[in-house]
């Protein structure tokens, strides 16, 4: 198992910027994503990347505004999130998978972090 744990998050305005750390300690994972859950709704796909942090995968709502990217030095995946809105408002979550496939499907992923606020206000 991996151990992930989330920061970065906070409140913002619309239009502003935050960076999502994701810090992963025990077995290393090949596949890391970033999910997001808003408030009565399910748990959805922001982004992903693999080993290399070569291949990277985006939902279609944060394209050219979110970029995700791994550090394995450090053992770290962040999410740089720009341009915000209030509909990416949502306790975002950082989970971790060996296999490629299914990247965006969260019952694909075997560890996850505790999440973290985002809040964007209009």
């Known amino acids: 198992q991996v151990r992930l744990v989330e920061s970065g998050g906070g409140l913002v305005q619309t239009g502003g910027s935050l960076r999502l750390s994701c810090a992963a300690s025990?077995?290393?994972?090949?596949?890391y994503g970033w999910f997001r859950q808003a408030p009565g709704k399910e748990r959805e796909f922001v982004a992903a990347?693999?080993?290399?942090?070569?291949?990277?995968y985006y939902t279609d709502s944060v394209k050219g505004r979110f970029t995700i990217s791994r550090h394995n030095a450090q053992n770290t995946v962040d999410l740089q999130m720009n341009s915000l809105s209030p509909e990416d408002t949502a306790v975002y979550y950082c989970?971790?998978?060996?296999?490629?496939?299914?990247?965006?499907?969260?019952?694909?992923?075997?560890?996850w972090g505790q999440g973290t606020q985002v809040t964007v206000s209009s």
């Open positions: 990347v693999n080993w290399s942090g070569l291949s990277t």
């Open positions: 989970a971790a998978k060996r296999t490629q496939s299914n990247w965006d499907r969260s019952s694909s992923y075997e560890s």
């Open positions: 025990g077995r290393s994972f090949s596949f």
